[in-house]
């Protein structure tokens, strides 16, 4: 007999997750493994900011221990709101500002305000999680498959053939899995094909909804500008929630502090959502927060120190696979942009593993290197491209560059047993 919701029988967890339970047993039976998997930092190579760190002991000090404000303390949604503009230029008064426990909850809550049972969202693959948020609130799904010559970003060609169809589109630059952003053109273009779409459904017709998760846009590198859709086109607004977050780009994924931006009555939504759920983020991590926000210098400090080490990483793995491309390994890698994440290309379809397998599924060329090499990678049928993809995301995170040498040994030897197939 069915004893669980529809909803809970078709939920199922994080394949990236999966990977690291594997991961971490080959680890607790004392195998070396360089674990590039995960989205998240290792804080002894990248602590949260020292600042931040004290202001928050000294608010448990302070007893700041009692329950928040529903929505954030004021305080902190007006650092919020003087920090997006001073490193965006977003006008967002501190009352369109929700504060959450990390992004995820505000994600969550955007997409039940937002959507009925059987209403469609549109997202990109490669994408994080909008599948999960999609079965959630029971969406009807539209995926676009996105290609590297795009910046791994759907274009508005593919996108308009759905827009009369679609609630929410879900966008996310700069992109998980894929360290990449949006062009200007790319996303004005989007977002004018939104408001044409708006236009033509009126007053009396639900409008088609833009999620822009902006939440690694503080991490971009040398040439890559981030752009967002209120900025390009204000007009865009009424229709935008903006998701961000302390957890990437100051390294404090633990921390649990998110915050989204939107019009007054879907935030004000959205909070009584997440009231109900109790996702406020700890009350003196928030006034500790909105203390160290409000140090220019040192956040500046901090941003420009957390982008010089990731992208010193980036480039190492970047250069790393070239050179292994360069001696006739069919590897490849696209230049690095954002976020903390290396798009990898694998191409092992053509070739057999040493005991005979051919290695043309993620999974396949995922297991083959973990066994292999001790170098772990998530395939992108994680991010919902088919089984056969040959694309993998390597996260720098948890990496130290002197570990380079040893892991592109680890690949070379892996790579070297390889077969081509008769
Ligand atoms: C694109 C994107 N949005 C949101 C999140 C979630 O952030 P948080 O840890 O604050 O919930 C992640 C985490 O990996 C992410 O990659």
Same mark, same amino acid.
């Given at each position: 007999?069915?004893?669980?919701?529809?909803?809970?029988?078709?939920?199922?967890?994080?394949?990236?997750? &999966? =990977?690291? !339970?594997? *991961?971490? $047993?080959?680890?607790?039976?004392? %195998?070396?493994? +360089?674990?590039?998997?995960? /989205?998240?930092?290792?804080?002894?190579?990248?602590?949260?900011?020292? &600042? =931040?760190? !004290?202001? *928050?002991? $000294?608010?448990?000090?302070?007893? %700041?221990?009692? +329950?928040?404000?529903?929505? /954030?303390?004021?305080?902190?949604?007006?650092?919020?709101?003087?920090?997006?503009?001073?490193?965006?230029?977003?006008?967002?008064?501190?009352?369109?500002?929700?504060?959450?426990?990390?992004?995820?909850?505000?994600?969550?809550?955007?997409?039940?305000?937002?959507?009925?049972?059987?209403?469609?969202?549109?997202?990109?693959?490669?994408?994080?999680?909008?599948?999960?948020?999609?079965?959630?609130?029971?969406?009807?799904?539209?995926?676009?498959?996105?290609?590297?010559?795009?910046?791994?970003?759907?274009?508005?060609?593919?996108?308009?053939?759905?827009?009369?169809?679609?609630?929410?589109?879900?966008?996310?630059?700069?992109?998980?899995?894929?360290?990449?952003?949006?062009?200007?053109?790319?996303?004005?273009?989007?977002?004018?094909?939104?408001?044409?779409?708006?236009?033509?459904?009126?007053?009396?017709?639900?409008?088609?909804?833009?999620?822009?998760?902006?939440?690694?846009?503080?991490?971009?590198?040398?040439?890559?500008?981030?752009?967002?859709?209120?900025?390009?086109?204000?007009?865009?607004?009424?229709?935008?929630?903006?998701?961000?977050?302390?957890?990437?780009?100051?390294?404090?994924?633990?921390?649990?502090?998110?915050?989204?931006?939107?019009?007054?009555?879907?935030?004000?939504?959205?909070?009584?959502?997440?009231?109900?759920?109790?996702?406020?983020?700890?009350?003196?991590?928030?006034?500790?927060?909105?203390?160290?926000?409000?140090?220019?210098?040192?956040?500046?400090?901090?941003?420009?120190?957390?982008?010089?080490?990731?992208?010193?990483?980036?480039?190492?793995?970047?250069?790393?696979?070239?050179?292994?491309?360069?001696?006739?390994?069919?590897?490849?890698?696209?230049?690095?942009?954002?976020?903390?994440?290396?798009?990898?290309?694998?191409?092992?379809?053509?070739?057999?593993?040493?005991?005979?397998?051919?290695?043309?599924?993620?999974?396949?060329?995922?297991?083959?290197?973990?066994?292999?090499?001790?170098?772990?990678?998530?395939?992108?049928?994680?991010?919902?491209?088919?089984?056969?993809?040959?694309?993998?995301?390597?996260?720098?995170?948890?990496?130290?560059?002197?570990?380079?040498?040893?892991?592109?040994?680890?690949?070379?030897?892996?790579?070297?047993?390889?077969?081509?197939?008769?």
């Amino acid at each position: 007999m069915k004893k669980l919701s529809n909803m809970s029988d078709g939920l199922v967890g994080s394949q990236i997750l &999966e =990977l690291a !339970e594997q *991961i971490k $047993q080959k680890i607790r039976e004392g %195998e070396k493994i +360089y674990n590039l998997t995960i /989205g998240d930092f290792d804080p002894s190579i990248f602590p949260i900011p020292q &600042e =931040l760190r !004290e202001e *928050i002991a $000294q608010a448990y000090i302070n007893q %700041e221990t009692n +329950y928040p404000a529903s929505n /954030g303390i004021p305080e902190l949604r007006e650092a919020v709101s003087a920090f997006i503009k001073r490193k965006g230029g977003l006008d967002y008064h501190a009352n369109d500002i929700l504060v959450s426990s990390g992004a995820r909850p505000l994600i969550f809550a955007a997409y039940l305000t937002l959507i009925d049972q059987g209403e469609k969202v549109l997202f990109p693959v490669p994408s994080w999680n909008n599948n999960f948020y999609s079965h959630i609130a029971g969406a009807d799904t539209i995926l676009i498959e996105t290609s590297p010559a795009d910046n791994f970003m759907p274009t508005a060609a593919q996108i308009a053939p759905y827009i009369e169809e679609t609630t929410l589109i879900a966008l996310c630059s700069p992109l998980n899995p894929t360290g990449t952003v949006f062009t200007r053109t790319q996303l004005e273009e989007i977002c004018d094909l939104i408001i044409a779409e708006n236009q033509r459904r009126g007053e009396n017709q639900k409008p088609v909804y833009l999620l822009f998760d902006q939440i690694y846009w503080n991490l971009v590198y040398k040439d890559a500008q981030h752009f967002d859709p209120v900025s390009l086109r204000p007009e865009i607004r009424p229709y935008t929630i903006l998701i961000d977050g302390l957890s990437k780009a100051f390294a404090a994924t633990g921390l649990r502090l998110g915050w989204a931006y939107g019009p007054a009555d879907i935030i004000h939504k959205m909070k009584l959502l997440l009231a109900h759920v109790g996702a406020w983020a700890s009350k003196p991590v928030q006034s500790g927060t909105s203390n160290y926000l409000k140090n220019n210098e040192v956040v500046d400090d901090f941003l420009k120190d957390i982008k010089e080490k990731l992208v010193k990483r980036l480039d190492m793995f970047y250069e790393g696979f070239q050179q292994l491309k360069e001696k006739g390994y069919p590897v490849d890698a696209i230049t690095p942009q954002a976020a903390l994440y290396l798009t990898v290309k694998l191409d092992l379809s053509e070739y057999t593993s040493p005991n005979g397998e051919v290695l043309d599924t993620g999974k396949k060329v995922y297991q083959y290197l973990l066994d292999s090499s001790g170098v772990a990678l998530v395939p992108f049928y994680a991010f919902g491209l088919e089984e056969s993809s040959v694309w993998h995301r390597l996260s720098v995170g948890t990496a130290e560059l002197s570990q380079g040498e040893d892991i592109f040994n680890r690949l070379e030897i892996a790579l070297s047993k390889l077969k081509k197939k008769s």
